[in-house]
């Protein structure tokens, strides 16, 4: 079977494409790796192992191990079948980084609401675990689709990845619901702070929504983006853009949590919980050291 060169041009552009978005991100997480380094030294190695440290690291280390996959597939692989291999299993780290960043979200929604959050525990965790149970069959679904051709003609370096159908457009609308709702949690519990004490602002409440509503505002904003990459873009580069995602996805949660220790340190430091923070509050603070004390 003859290929046309137009083919050829056209796989080449394309794979090119996949290429420069797959070294931006391993940039992105380098970068950030350093940027954060001072903070991750000082708040979190010296703090003792627990759920939320544990977490934290693989939030924080796992994020190096989808980009580097895809470099080698994009850029040195020449063998389809190794490269479909790799692309899924690299995919699955992807959503393991994804699944890994949503329990830090709802453990500090579970951590402003403390005991009351309790009512809605079955309810929160059977959502959850079906959306990412679904996300999971999902993404075989989608992988079951993807072949390689290999590089794009004899002598180049790099494989061209072929995917059959766009189901993955599923998962981003489904962690986006999920997203929606630690966000809630979050805004809701706050407004009921508001209301008992007056005072927000500087909380650690207040923290814990201002970085929660940004993060949420960022990762919609690349969900979308996505999700029209996914439904129109060809179909050898209609994922480019999820691993770029998946790093903003683990900075974002990173900064989250550096923050929330860092206004922990911070008020241990100076011996004082904070003129703004009501009763009310210093009851939540308690709840709190599931995330502070990673």
């Not at 489904?174 to 004490?197: D, H, K, M, P």
Request: charged share 15%; proline share 3%; aromatic share 12%.
């Amino acid at each position: 079977m003859t290929v046309s060169p137009h083919s050829i041009i056209e796989s080449f552009t394309h794979l090119h494409i996949d290429q420069y978005a797959a070294v931006a991100a391993l940039a992105l997480a380098i970068w950030d790796y350093f940027i954060l380094l001072p903070e991750e030294v000082t708040l979190v190695w010296p703090a003792r192992w627990n759920l939320s440290k544990l977490l934290f690291m693989v939030n924080r280390y796992l994020v190096f191990v989808d980009p580097v996959l895809l470099v080698f597939d994009l850029i040195l692989g020449t063998d389809a079948k190794v490269c479909a291999r790799t692309e899924k299993g690299m995919t699955a780290i992807m959503l393991a980084g994804f699944i890994v960043g949503e329990i830090v979200a709802y453990l500090r929604a579970y951590a402003v609401w403390g005991t009351e959050y309790n009512k809605y525990f079955v309810l929160v965790i059977c959502l959850f675990l079906g959306v990412n149970l679904s996300a999971c069959w999902v993404l075989l679904k989608y992988l079951g689709g993807l072949t390689s051709t290999g590089p794009p003609a004899p002598g180049l370096t790099g494989c061209t990845l072929f995917f059959k159908n766009r189901l993955l457009w599923i998962n981003f609308v489904t962690g986006a619901v999920l997203e929606v709702v630690s966000t809630l949690l979050l805004i809701v519990r706050a407004v009921q702070n508001f209301y008992q004490s007056r005072v927000i602002r500087s909380s650690l409440i207040g923290v814990m929504v201002r970085d929660g509503v940004f993060y949420f505002i960022f990762m919609l904003a690349a969900t979308i983006v996505n999700l029209i990459v996914v439904l129109a873009a060809p179909a050898e580069m209609n994922s480019f853009l999820v691993v770029i995602e998946r790093v903003l996805y683990s900075v974002l949660c990173n900064r989250v949590i550096l923050n929330i220790r860092g206004y922990g340190a911070q008020a241990q430091t100076t011996g004082d919980t904070s003129s703004d923070v009501n009763s009310s509050e210093v009851t939540t603070s308690i709840k709190l050291t599931v995330i502070t004390n990673v």
